[in-house]
Antibody
Framework: EVQLVESGGDLVQPGGSLRLSCAAS????????MSWVRQAPGKGLEWVAN????????RYVDSVKGRFTISRDNTKDSLYLQMTSLRAEDTAVYYC?????????WGQGTLVTVSS | DIQMTQSPSSLSASVGDRVTITCRAS??????LGWYQQKPGKAPKRLIY???SLQSGVPSRFSGSGSGTEFTLTISSLQPEDFATYYC?????????FGQGTKVEIK
């Protein structure tokens, strides 16, 4: 059974940093693009970033470029999102998704709240 | 960026109704489109990929069609468990972009 379990969400002050993790199981992690998608409270879905199978390429939505970094460790079947210079508008549930675009499996999400 | 415009933004329907949701892309995206269902407090679930391919395990009352700039999601006979919010997503071009969502409510 495919499982994606996010962790690391927290309350952080504006300008702060946070690292999200996603532990994958039930499939060969190194064979798949992986993505992060977020959803602000009461709002729609926003694609954030994705990363190629071997970690050699990654893409971002403009609003997080230069602040967020997606990475992966295929030896640990784990996906990460390093977030810096956090803003109030980054407040959202962050989902880990299998696939680079039309992801087929999603984690349950982890909540990031940016507030003073 | 490619804009994905869904319509309607919400609708009220009864069990057994046929429901159609439309998604229009601001430029052609071939068939690089998926549909997702999200219930409150839950992660989205993929229903359709490549515009018309039914995700394994999804009931056959769900279907997708379209290519280029106009796409539809049809629920042939609405069931109680189908009341949810539906999103389209294009994966033709970066950044990937979602429609704003269509909330399907009980009439």
């Amino acid at each position: 059974e495919v499982q994606l379990v996010e962790s690391g969400g927290d309350l952080v002050q504006p300008g702060g940093s946070l690292r999200l993790s996603c532990a994958a199981s039930g499939f060969t992690f190194s064979n798949y693009y992986m993505s992060w998608v977020r959803q602000a409270p009461g709002k729609g879905l926003e694609w954030v970033a994705n990363i190629k199978q071997d970690g050699s390429e990654s893409r971002y939505v403009d609003s997080v470029k230069g602040r967020f970094t997606i990475s992966r460790d295929n030896t640990k079947d784990s996906l990460y999102l390093q977030m810096t210079s956090l803003r109030a508008e980054d407040t959202a549930v962050y989902y880990c998704v299998r696939g680079g675009g039309l992801g087929d499996y999603w984690g349950q999400g982890t909540l990031v709240t940016v507030s003073s | 960026d490619i804009q994905m415009t869904q319509s309607p933004s919400s609708l009220s329907a009864s069990v057994g109704d046929r429901v159609t949701i439309t998604c229009r892309a601001s430029q052609g995206i071939r068939n690089d489109l998926g549909w997702y269902q999200q219930k409150p407090g839950k992660a989205p679930k993929r229903l359709i990929y490549d515009a018309s391919s039914l995700q394994s395990g999804v009931p056959s009352r769900f279907s997708g069609s379209g290519s280029g700039t106009e796409f539809t999601l049809t629920i042939s006979s609405l069931q109680p468990e189908d009341f949810a919010t539906y999103y389209c997503l294009q994966d033709n071009t970066y950044p990937r972009t979602f429609g704003q969502g269509t909330k399907v409510e009980i009439k």
